[in-house]
């Protein structure tokens, strides 16, 4: 079993949210949307709502990027679905959707990248993966990416982001 799947066990984890605090979650840009529609057969309203993020917690994502204010224009935010506490993906063995169409975000953390390009990890005490790594090495080899791998797919959502119609 993966270090993702043990977490998802233990009912923990970032597929997972605690009643009510949707802050911490990212917009998707409309290509992720897109994208998740056409390969689930789904409608967008079956799996995405909408919200205002408050400004306090804006100002926190925009902190961490600039890329934010293209992926919650004005605060306002279209994100994943929550049910039961948990994403509308999640199901027991983990995510059911296809690694290739889920949202960057899910596929960066918890990576991401800092304005010079620099790996920098989203510290989260309910990240097993965390919990059991000693160094950044050791964190991108449990979670079984490399920093290329995801400094790729971090291109790949500039992109989206500035191009949300385009697929
Ligand atoms: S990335 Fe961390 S928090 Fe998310 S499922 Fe894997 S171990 Fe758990
Ligand atoms: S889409 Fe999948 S990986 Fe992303 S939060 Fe939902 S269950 Fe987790």
């Known amino acids: ?26 917009g998707l840009s409309q290509y992720e949307i897109d994208r998740i529609s056409s390969t689930m057969k789904l409608n967008e309203s079956d799996f995405i709502c909408h919200d205002t993020v408050k400004p306090e917690v804006m100002n926190g994502f925009r902190k961490l990027d600039s890329l934010f ?11 994943l679905k929550i049910i039961d506490n948990a994403c509308v993906f999640l199901k027991p063995d983990g995510c059911s959707l296809p690694m290739e169409a889920r949202p960057y975000y899910c596929r960066l953390y918890p990576f991401w990248f800092n304005r010079d390009s620099h790996l920098i990890v989203i510290r989260s005490r309910f990240c097993l993966a965390q919990e059991q790594s000693l160094s950044v090495v050791s964190l991108l080899e449990a979670i079984g990416t490399t920093e290329a791998e995801l400094l790729t797919l971090y291109r790949e959502l500039q992109h989206a982001a500035g191009n949300p119609k385009e697929s």
């Open 1 to 26: 079993m993966n270090i993702c799947a043990e977490c998802h066990k233990k009912n923990r984890g970032c597929c997972q949210l605690i009643a009510g605090n949707t802050d911490s979650m990212h």
């Open 69 to 79: 204010d293209k992926l919650i224009p004005q605060r306002e935010r279209a994100r």
